[in-house]
């Protein structure tokens, strides 16, 4: 990790799917619904939730295993896709002391907001079943700009929206993506070790300011 001066934040941005929310069930029993239209064998919740972060692909990749070449994978991810929305909220919720977390910002006059990955139908959806998100000051989904995490320009255009200089931010998430989009915009980076970071690379070797174990810790950061 590096070893930047703690300073209070005048913003903190937020991955979605692994850090604010956890959606691993819900993604994972979707990808389920398709193994099972293709009589493929089901994945354990234990082996896609550290997959869940890596979208439709990735957990397609980790369904399919050896046979993907055998199906037109494209047609299989609009079909996850159109499966997901209409199974967006059964089983997702906010991890435990989030929703504490932002109602400490907002008591703390910190502004925040929410930079993912996923398609903006499927945010605008996700987060209009939460009423904490009608506090958020940006939302910017992977398909708002050309270009998505890990390039920083989502970031610098939630900065933008939110009129904050990107070196007064925050950005958290659990994939090294996150963190390298935060570097890359330079920000203050958090692992969010306590969502999807399952990756090749340790954590530890993410290049991020810190690692944290429970969102409660980002208030005993900048206290």
Known sequence: MCTKTVTKPKAILFDLDGTLLDTAKDLGETLNLILKKLD??????????????H???????????DNI???????LRKEF????????????????????????LQQDQLRWGVVTNKPEFLTTQLLAHYPEFSLSGANISGDTLPVRKPDPAPLTHACKLMDIDAKDCWYIGDAQRDIEAGNRAGMTTLVANW?????????????????????LEIIDKYK
């Not at 064998?41 to 869940?52: C, E, L, M, N």
């Not at 979208?55 to 295993?65: E, P, Q, S, T």
């Not at 969502?195 to 969102?215: K, L, N, R």
Request: net charge negative.
């Open 195 to 215: 969502g999807y970071t399952y990756d090749p690379i340790p954590v530890s070797e993410w290049q991020a300011d810190y690692i944290i174990e429970h969102p």
């Open 81 to 104: 896709l159109s499966t997901y929305q209409a199974n967006i909220n059964l089983h997702t919720r906010f991890f435990d002391g989030m929703r504490e977390c932002l109602k400490q």
């Open 55 to 65: 979208g439709a692909m990735g957990l397609l990749k980790l369904g399919l295993g």
């Open 40 to 53: 493929l064998p089901a994945v354990s919740y234990d082996d896609y939730r550290p997959v869940a972060s």
């Open 69 to 75: 070449k055998a199906y037109d994978i494209e047609v």
